[in-house]
């Protein structure tokens, strides 16, 4: 009977040995991917730190470069599944959509020093969905896919085809880092506590977040022709913009933007913009603000002015 407690016992060592095992990352190794099927959106999940990086003459479309531990990388996953988005007319359109996954078991009790990392070739990217909670997701100049716009306000309205591209935060609490020089960028923030910093050139910014937003919207190096920010969460939005910016507050959090003032000639084509001074001015709820700089064609304003570029 003296035995059983013995047997168990021993058992039960060799189980967590084996367990205590199975949960270190390994011998660092790397391996390569090839998706053959051309994606336009890309939903990362997980904990996997991820780099987006254009296709180029030595890495094609499609191609994914792993590098983690060896008991990690055979559940690092890639696949491809269809995608539908629905404009504001009822129209469907399909995409495809990469879905990048971390599969291993006990996630949670691995070593917090090593997280996998995986490098994306992409050719043209329309959306970008975000649960992770990894600290190192960043991009090279996401330039978005070309689609149907439209937009319009007092002053302009015209429908084209532009560079479009969406970030739709729906979880997680990592760091997202995202460069662009698009067109028009739309930015969702739903669930979460990530830090999410956008960068570069875009000629309408949209930024929404939502109730259950809590992480900071750092659009302050994002250089927007205009900008329509919406929220109603208790975080802070930072921004900036050349013409336009609206803001709707609905909650407790705070905006934040860099105006410039403009000093202007009296003919009214030929508007030149001089930054004189700017300031940095919080906007708290419950408020709503509506400020007009300067309008230049869109299709031709000069790229060396501070928060305007040029479409290729």
Same mark, same amino acid.
């Given at each position: ?71 990690? $990388? ?81 002053? $302009? ?59 900071? $919207? ?95």
């Amino acid at each position: 009977m003296k035995k059983a407690p013995v047997i168990i016992l021993l058992v039960f060592a060799s189980v967590a040995f084996c367990s205590c095992n199975k949960l270190t990352v390994g011998n660092i190794t790397d391996k390569t991917l090839e998706i053959k099927e051309s994606f336009q959106v890309v939903e990362l999940r997980d904990d996997i730190g991820i780099s987006l990086i254009h296709c180029d003459a030595s890495h094609k479309a499609g191609d994914i470069h792993i590098k983690t531990g060896e008991n990690l $990388i055979d559940n690092i996953n890639a696949k491809t599944e269809r995608h539908f988005e629905v404009n504001e007319d009822g129209d469907s359109t399909q995409f495809t959509k990469l879905v990048i996954s971390n599969d291993n078991a006990f996630n949670n009790f691995r070593p917090h020093n090593h997280e996998p990392q995986m490098t994306i070739y992409y050719d043209s990217l329309y959306k970008i969905i975000f649960y992770s909670n990894s600290l190192n997701i960043h991009t090279d100049t996401l330039r978005g896919y070309l689609c149907s716009t439209h937009f319009s306000n007092d002053t $302009i309205e015209w429908d084209s085809l532009a560079p479009n591209l969406i970030l739709d935060v729906q979880g997680g609490s990592g760091n997202f880092n995202i460069l662009v020089n698009c067109y028009k960028l739309m930015t969702k923030y739903i669930h979460g506590t990530s830090l999410l910093t956008t960068k570069g050139k875009a000629t309408l910014a949209s930024t929404y977040a939502d109730y259950d937003c809590h992480g900071v $919207i750092d659009s302050k190096e994002l250089d927007s022709h205009i900008h329509y920010i919406t929220t109603h969460s208790t975080n802070i939005i930072r921004a900036r913009t050349s013409y336009l910016l609206d803001v709707t507050n609905n909650n407790i959090g705070e905006v934040h933007y860099q105006k410039y003032f403009a000093e202007k000639k009296e003919y009214f084509w030929n508007d030149s913009l001089h930054h004189t001074d700017s300031i940095v001015r919080t906007i708290v709820c419950p408020e709503v603000i509506h400020y007009n700089g300067e309008y230049l064609d869109p299709w031709t304003y000069d790229n060396e002015k501070s928060g305007l570029q040029k479409l290729p």
